[in-house]
């Protein structure tokens, strides 16, 4: 059973800076909520390499595990998720809209652990994940406006 959440928000900058500033995984914790990345495997900017970020507060929380997929710059990034408690894929994608102005479209689709169960949890969890991604994300907006490029 995987479920899938897809949220887009407006970045007052261009693209590259948009790009610049997601694809920079040790500054993740910047916008991403309770966040830190760390490459375990390859250069971070080419299929195949890996990362764990760890999500949680004061040392609560979980690993994820992660590969990149599809590398695609300065439009997209796809990771698969390997962890034991997430699992499934994810990516974004940067979209310009001006010379200016951008889009981030943030896309997951997870396969529910603990099956019945993870099904059933899910209406309960959805809302707190969307909620912390969508400000997540209005973070990043924010730091990508104030990045120069």
Not at 46 to 70: C, Q
Request: with cysteine.
């Amino acid at each position: 059973m995987s479920e899938e959440v897809t949220l887009t928000v407006a970045v007052p900058a261009a693209a590259e800076v948009a790009w610049a500033v997601a694809s920079d995984w040790s500054n993740q914790g910047e916008w991403m909520l309770g966040t830190e990345v760390h490459r375990t495997g390859g250069d971070g900017r080419s299929a195949g390499s890996t990362m764990v970020a760890f999500t949680g507060v004061a040392g609560l929380g979980f690993f994820d595990s992660m590969e990149i997929t599809g590398w695609d710059p300065p439009r997209s990034c796809e990771v698969r998720h390997t962890g034991k408690l997430l699992r499934g894929q994810g990516g974004f994608r940067i979209e310009p809209t001006t010379d200016k102005l951008s889009k981030i479209i943030w896309w997951e689709r997870l396969e529910l652990p603990y099956g019945p169960l993870g099904k059933a949890g899910w209406p309960l969890l959805r809302p707190a994940f969307t909620w912390g991604l969508q400000r997540s994300l209005d973070r990043f907006a924010r730091l990508c406006r104030d990045r120069r490029p």
